[in-house]
């Protein structure tokens, strides 16, 4: 989310890229499902800004082709802050998804591959985990 609040034209290209095709599969007779998820947000205020830039864009394209669109905005839980703070995020967000990998390296301090070949085996042994975390 940090590139999308610091460099809006990339999240803005984005964002017209995933509804120009939703529109284009539309006008084909086809159902698209957009769900956009915003990748590390840990303050419910980096979501509003970066839902409140995708909403402007999305209704925008989507009133000009007069097409019917439906879409959703979410967020990837995969910080810390954000498991603190997910009630307040939940708010705002129409989905979550759980990013297990950068929670795993950012709570534990470790990620799961340097883990796994290096040291997991002898904190196992030790009993300083009971199990693979």
Known sequence: CRVGITY?????????????AGIE?????????????VPLVGNVNE???????????ADKMI???KI?????????????RACVTADEIANEAEFFSFGT????QTTLGFSRDDA?????QYYLANGIYDKNP
Do not use: H
Request: glycine share 4%; aromatic share 6%; proline share 5%.
């Open 116 to 120: 796994e070949a290096k040291f997991l």
């Open 101 to 104: 990998n950068d929670l795993t």
């Open 47 to 57: 979501l509003r800004v970066l839902k409140k830039k995708i909403k402007e864009i």
């Open 68 to 80: 019917k669109l439906k879409y959703s905005i979410g967020t990837m839980i995969e910080i810390p």
């Open 8 to 20: 809006p034209d990339i999240y803005e290209m984005q964002i017209k890229a995933i509804f120009e």
């Open 25 to 37: 599969l539309k006008k084909r007779g086809k159902k698209p499902i957009i769900e956009i998820m």
């Open 63 to 65: 009133k000009q082709s």
